[in-house]
């Protein structure tokens, strides 16, 4: 049986523009080599960089979790986009689609469908783990190889890692002492006694886990030794530090064979994360700074056999859990809160994964997108509050506040699988919403530091919105916007650039500026050790540049969210990226504005990512802006949860929020561009009371039927 094509029924403008998870788009984080400042003297300090370029591109591939089940939306969006035509069939979350593998050949029994304009429909295809299947050759296969298939089928560049290929890295790290140096920083902590009781009497890890997991200790300059020591061209003073190494497995011989008569993998160190001591596990260093071969730390700890894991946010809570319940733990790779997919395959061997992060609303958002990339049929999720609000969030809380071991057995025991994603019980939005009334901080998102004026007025920065920005031309829309991502990117929101008007070296020299609040190529010196904290903040840039399609932008985006955990995403600009598109799809200028809006949207929500939009106004007389100002229909505002306007009134330039749909609190700040920093900035009491002032005295041409500015909770000045 079958019924009418789903393209038919499904295929709409806003739908054909949806992202199919195409890694050879080219996504990439920034590495020094592209942060070529102007000055000859800035270009030498970049040309002497010894940090390679990172790059996602068609021979790298991509690697997926054979337990890696795709949403159904990604199964539909895939197959529209490759001109699959599926049907549906008489069972529940199958289409008939035509089999990769003996697409064109001829079919074996006479009774199989051959529907008129459409190939033989021998394959049959799952909407919920895209497990696929051909009733005439019998191939069968995972979600992976039937796109790897596909896309062969089509013609493109293809490749899809697997675990034996990514693990098999002999590039070894170049790390700022010797290696038998480094693999003595153990010892170092057993003969460090202040520093051995602190692990153990203050942060409740035992002498045993401590040696078991190689903790040790060290001396690394910090970020504020590098730079007074590049200030006056000196070396940089070390302090002591924990050390955490970063396991990978040993391929290189004679290690390699010996899988055979070992219990334990053969592994190796490739990075040295350096924490103080106080206060409490801060960051200090990574050795080598840049990235190199993925490690886990604790990796070396579960034997061949093991088929259980837990991952935890930090390392003394992967310590914790794995002192308290005796199961093999392993952290997070880096301080922020990311999975790179180049860790994926340290993960392939357990089956059973035990997702056990700080309980809170950021700890969920995370655990769902890590389930989403491990394979949500083996991870388990563990809550340390057991549905309360209060109490320790992660495992090393509880350990502090109660080192009963039968109470960590009982969360063990009590995780849970992840529901349905398209399933919700109100006893999931209960929790919830329980969170929100007892923690109405955590709801309105991550916080701005640099312009508390928004925090007043949006709130925070929350994942799944789409936010408008515009504003006349050279106003200052790309300056705030790279200040608020850096800003958000230093508490940990990754965030992936698209800059469609400015090069990425050109925006990347600017953010460096910013980061470091002063014009670096007035202090070539100093360029090396900013770069370098620049490198580690979770920051990637798109590769295109002036007109693009938005279906190949959006397959980047996707790529950036599973492979990088990117939770911002930045278009700069609307009009750039659209530029001459209209043409090449033989339609209106608005209508494909309006499309690829609604796919951006659509994106925002589905991917659970925030977008921010720049978005040119029109050309007006009137010299203060309005929503109806953006160029284009009203779609785009309609679609948009905040539109945010940079004014400038006089001589004076404001952030004015003329639409917010978390709470309708709308409003506008003055705001000040910084010379020295390059930053925007708050008007201080002084300056705001000269403004007031001025705008005393004279009277602005406002639009008609507009109201007058306001600023949050009062009035305007």
Not at 15 to 24: G, V, W
Not at 26 to 42: F, G, H, M, N, Q
Not at 606 to 612: A, L
Request: charged share 25%.
């Amino acid at each position: 049986m079958w019924t009418r094509p789903l393209r038919a029924m499904a295929v709409t403008a806003r739908r054909s523009l949806l992202p199919t998870r195409r890694h050879f788009y080219t996504p990439y984080a920034v590495s020094t080599t592209e942060k070529i400042l102007d000055s000859p003297s800035a270009s030498s300090s970049v040309a002497s960089s010894s940090v390679a370029n990172v790059s996602i591109s068609d021979e790298d591939g991509t690697f997926y979790s054979s337990y890696f089940q795709p949403r159904r939306d990604e199964v539909m969006d895939f197959l529209l986009n490759h001109n699959q035509n599926p049907f549906t069939t008489s069972i529940p979350g199958e289409l008939m689609i035509p089999c990769p593998s003996c697409h064109g050949k001829r079919v074996s029994h006479p009774t199989h469908l051959t529907i008129s304009g459409y190939p033989r429909m021998n394959g049959r295809i799952s909407t919920r783990t895209g497990a696929y299947r051909c009733t005439n050759c019998t191939a069968r296969g995972t979600w992976q190889e039937f796109v790897k298939g596909v896309r062969k089928k089509s013609g493109e560049n293809f490749s899809v890692s697997n675990p034996s290929k990514a693990l098999s890295s002999r590039i070894q790290p170049t790390f700022s002492r010797p290696l038998d140096e480094i693999e003595r920083y153990p010892d170092a902590m057993n003969e460090d006694e202040d520093i051995r009781k602190w692990c153990t009497e203050r942060m409740g890890i035992t002498k045993q886990v401590l040696e078991l997991y190689k903790v040790g200790v060290a001396t690394y300059a910090d970020f504020e030794a590098q730079l007074a020591a590049a200030k006056k061209s000196s070396v940089a003073s070390d302090r002591l530090c924990l050390t955490f190494p970063q396991i990978a497995p040993d391929y290189t011989p004679p290690h390699s064979t010996t899988y055979l008569t070992s219990t334990h993998p053969p592994t190796r160190i490739v990075r040295i994360k350096a924490c103080a001591a106080e206060p409490a596990h801060t960051f200090i260093a990574y050795d080598p700074p840049g990235l190199g071969p993925q490690g886990l730390f604790g990796y070396h700890v579960p034997p061949l056999s093991a088929t259980s894991l837990i991952l935890a946010r930090d390392e003394f809570s992967a310590m914790a859990a794995y002192q308290q319940t005796e199961i093999p733990a392993v952290c997070l790779p880096t301080s922020n809160p990311q999975l790179p997919e180049t860790a994926i395959p340290l993960l392939e061997r357990f089956s059973c994964i035990y997702l056990w992060f700080d309980d809170d609303l950021e700890g969920e958002m995370l655990v769902d997108r890590l389930a989403h990339k491990l394979g949500r049929d083996r991870c388990l999720v563990v809550n340390t509050r057991g549905g309360g609000v209060e109490g320790p969030r992660n495992p090393h809380e509880l350990l502090l506040h109660n080192p009963d071991k039968s109470v960590f057995t009982d969360l063990i025991k009590a995780a849970k699988p992840l529901k349905h994603e398209q399933i919700v019980q109100f006893r999931d939005l209960r929790e919830q919403i329980r969170r929100n009334v007892n923690n109405p901080e955590a709801a309105r998102g991550v916080q701005s530091m640099d312009l508390p004026g928004l925090n007043l007025l949006l709130k925070g920065h929350r994942p799944g919105e789409l936010t408008i920005v515009t504003g006349a031309t050279g106003i200052g829309k790309t300056t705030i916007l790279s200040q608020l991502s850096l800003d958000f990117c230093k508490q940990g929101v990754a965030t992936l650039w698209g800059s469609f008007e400015i090069p990425n070296a050109r925006l990347a020299q600017k953010m460096i500026c910013q980061l470091a609040e002063k014009d670096v190529t007035k202090v070539p010196d100093e360029f090396e050790v900013w770069a370098n904290q620049f490198e580690q903040l979770p920051l990637y840039f798109l590769r295109f540049f002036g007109s693009t399609s938005i279906k190949d932008v959006l397959s980047a985006c996707d790529h950036a969210v599973y492979a990088h955990d990117v939770s911002h995403v930045i278009i700069d600009n609307l009009q750039f990226m659209l530029s001459g598109q209209h043409r090449h799809h033989n339609s209106d200028r608005w209508e494909t504005q309006d499309e690829a809006v609604s796919a951006l949207r659509t994106f925002a929500t589905d991917r659970n990512v925030h977008v921010s939009l720049v978005v040119h106004p029109r050309k007006e007389k009137y010299e203060k802006l309005g929503v109806s100002s953006v160029i284009g229909s009203a779609k785009v505002t309609q679609e948009a949860d905040n539109v945010v306007i940079v004014q400038k009134i006089g001589a004076t330039k404001f952030v004015d929020v003329k639409k917010n749909r978390f709470d309708g609190a709308v409003g506008a700040f003055p705001v000040i561009f910084d010379s020295e920093s390059l930053k925007i900035r708050h008007l201080t009491d002084e300056e705001s009371k000269t403004l007031r002032g001025q705008r005393a005295q004279s009277q602005d041409q406002t639009r008609p039927g507009n109201s007058s500015f306001r600023a949050p909770g009062r009035g305007f000045g």
